[in-house]
């Protein structure tokens, strides 16, 4: 099982530049995040989705956009970047826990910079 | 009320020595409280988790204090090992809203000397 997995694992944008952040999982969870983590500030939600076609923003969204089209791909959208993007960007994914323990698993992250 | 406060920001604890990390919240209605460990260049991944029926949970050498009263959680870390060395993370989330939210704490980056 390869989990969560993110790519690319880093990436320099220009400013006013635009990319996707790609997220995909193969454990059949409906569950999918995006983080965003700045030093000293812990992880900040940026979006979430809680299956195929529904998407809410969280505490962060501001420049970003998401589409959850399946399961599996949770792609995370930087429209006009900004040097305020400038972060290490996680992406997660959990199942309902129906009673049982809420864990969620988390990719190996992208570091990007915006200069 | 969302904030999740976590202390100290970074720790230096001698081989076998006990590391201890704290955090306090603000919301009632929070019902989950993990504890998330992150090593450099990977993603944070869960440790230990306590629900607040219970003042204590253990598992190994780690072990999560919980005050209901006092809003606050504490893991410890007992015979700390180089291995430990990493960053750690509390979090909180209201588990019967079903959308699995996390609200993370800012973060404690702990070195075990050997």
């Known amino acids: 099982n390869a989990g969560v997995t993110q790519t690319p694992k880093f990436r320099i944008l220009k400013i006013g530049q635009s990319m996707t952040l790609q997220c995909t999982q193969d454990?059949?969870?409906?569950?999918m995040y995006w983080y965003r983590q700045d030093p000293g500030m812990g992880l900040k939600l940026i979006y979430y989705?809680?299956?195929?076609?529904?998407?809410d923003k969280g505490e962060v969204p501001n420049g970003y956009n998401v589409s959850r089209s399946t399961t599996e791909d949770f792609p995370l959208r930087l429209e006009l970047a900004a040097p305020s993007q400038t972060s290490v960007y996680f992406c997660?994914?959990?199942?309902?826990?129906?009673?049982?323990?809420?864990?969620?698993?988390f990719g190996a992250g992208t570091r990007l910079s915006v200069l | 009320q969302q904030q999740v406060k976590q202390s100290p920001q970074s720790l230096i604890v001698q081989k076998g020595g006990i590391s201890i990390i704290n955090c306090a919240y603000e919301?009632?209605?929070?019902?989950?409280f993990p504890w998330y460990q992150q090593f450099p260049g990977k993603g944070p991944a869960l440790l230990i988790a306590?629900?607040?029926?219970?003042s204590e949970k253990k598992e190994g050498r780690f072990t999560i204090s919980f005050n209901k009263s006092a809003k606050q959680f504490s893991l410890h870390i007992m015979d700390s090992q180089p291995g430990d060395s990493a960053t750690y993370f509390c979090?909180?989330?209201?588990?019967?809203?079903?959308?699995?939210?996390?609200?993370f704490g800012t973060g404690t980056l702990l070195a075990v000397q050997p």
């Open positions: 997660a994914s959990s199942y309902p826990s129906g009673g049982r323990w809420d864990i969620q698993y």
């Open positions: 454990m059949n969870h409906n569950y």
């Open positions: 989705s809680v299956g195929a076609g529904i998407t």
């Open positions: 919301n009632t209605a929070f019902d989950y």
């Open positions: 306590i629900r607040p029926d219970v």
């Open positions: 979090a909180a989330s209201i588990e019967r809203r079903a959308t699995n939210k996390l609200i």
